[in-house]
């Protein structure tokens, strides 16, 4: 089993920044694959925002937020982290904390929820004008 725990989460406004963090369990994360994922209000589907093989490749960015938001991770302490520059109101949502324990992953199905098995709970973002 693998716990992750999200945190970070709050009130920003336009053009500001935020960071989120997760906190993992598990005694072999550094071969999990991590993903950012976040559902916006209104009835909207969750969608990925970025995602960071476990292998060392490059990360994984959702056009929406290329250029403005960064995924790294702290294997030894078993975090992975969200900095948010350049928030947009329309990055208001809930943002979740994933893992895949594959150790299979592909350029093509990294952003698809179907591979990560372990979820976090979800930090709310807002972004106020």
């Known amino acids: 089993q693998v716990r992750l725990v999200e945190s970070g989460g709050g009130l920003a406004q336009a053009g500001g920044s935020l960071r989120l963090s997760c906190a993992a369990s598990g005694r072999t994360f550094s071969t999990y694959t991590m993903g950012w994922f976040r559902q916006a209000p209104g009835g909207k589907e969750r969608e990925p925002v970025a995602?960071?093989?476990?292998?060392?490749?490059?990360?994984h960015y959702a056009d929406s937020v290329k250029g403005r938001f960064t995924i790294s991770r702290d294997n030894a302490e078993k975090m992975v982290y969200l900095q948010m520059d350049s928030l947009k109101v329309e990055d208001t949502a809930v943002y979740y904390c994933a893992a895949d324990l594959s150790g299979n992953w592909r350029r093509s199905t990294i952003f698809s929820e179907r591979e990560y098995a372990y979820w976090g709970q979800g930090t709310q973002v807002t972004v106020s004008s």
């Open positions: 995602a960071m093989p476990w292998t060392g490749d490059s990360p």
